[in-house]
């Protein structure tokens, strides 16, 4: 029925996407260091919060790009249009 340009969105997802997957590469980095007693856990703890933290971001874009098309709940045909296309 109606479709919004969510360009802006979509772009700011493929950045939180990509903050997810560095700061999961991090994670996986600070966990193995862990397992040689090599970092702290603070450090550990801080770098599983910042991946949830991109995840959750990731998460809410996600939500919000459902709302880039509205689609009529029915199957119908069009009656009355009351404005036209770039008014």
């Known amino acids: ?12 997802l493929k950045e939180a ?18 397992t040689l007693e090599s970092v ?10 910042t991946h949830e933290q991109n995840l959750a971001l990731a998460d809410q874009i996600k939500g919000r790009l459902k709302f880039c098309t509205v689609r009529a709940p029915f199957d119908g045909r069009v009656t009355n249009k009351m404005a036209s296309q770039f008014e």
């Open 17 to 34: 996407e990509s903050r997810t997957r560095a700061t999961k590469a991090q994670l996986e980095a600070y966990e193995k260091l862990k």
């Open 40 to 49: 702290s856990d603070i450090e550990l703890v801080m770098a599983r919060e």
């Open 1 to 12: 029925l109606v479709q919004y340009d969510c360009a802006v969105d979509e772009a700011r």
